[in-house]
């Protein structure tokens, strides 16, 4: 059998080889050929293009540019107190993400707990979630920083995620308080009440997180 392989591989080898030093061999005649007739129709298209100014393509503004999007118009403060304000309210973006990353953590290691019977996967959790509220209540209190105080012309999106992001680091504290102790959550399952409340957290995460788009990219930014 390998007497009859090894020159069928062969004559396969030498095939290819054949061709490939064709192919490598004939490309730059075609290309220098089409590249000139490449270069000839990008002249054409752009006398074109200079000729009918109308039919130039428009320049897509970023969503956060000026007239895009939910942005909120806010002078720049003048005092040290108001300028402090301003420089951690821009932080908000950037600490949020981890009480949202923390909970998410603690849902998935309570699935897991639950699917498997072993509640050792989610002994931790109540550590988990001390970091968790301890950053819900910092992300909410930049997040005010950031947006200020409410306002007439505050839109539906803000006003919003305004008052779900207050209530957030709430639930969060009583997750924690429900949360039974590593020592015990090792040998017994969560409650009832606590299963409830985590999944009404990461609802509310949820839709938080899609306000926040909202008022950062402007409404429809979630469009397929």
Known sequence: MAKKIFPLVSGLLALTGILA????????????KNQSSSSASAVAEASTTVNNPEDAPMAMAWPTEPGMGMEMDHKKPKTFGGRLVS??????????????????????????AAARKKPVYNAGNKVLLAFATAGGFAA?????ANAGLPAADDGTALTWHRWIGTLIPFVYLLLWRLKRPAETAVNQPSSRLYETTLVVAVALILIQAYLG????????????
């Open 21 to 32: 030093s064709l192919l490598l061999s004939a490309p730059p005649a075609m290309a220098h």
């Open 87 to 112: 420089w951690l309210g821009a932080w908000h973006p950037a600490v949020i993400h981890f009480p949202i990353a923390l909970l998410l953590t603690v849902a998935l290691l309570e699935v897991l």
């Open 140 to 144: 909410a209190a930049l997040g005010w």
């Open 213 to 224: 788009g909202d008022v950062t990219h402007g409404a429809g930014h979630m469009a397929f």
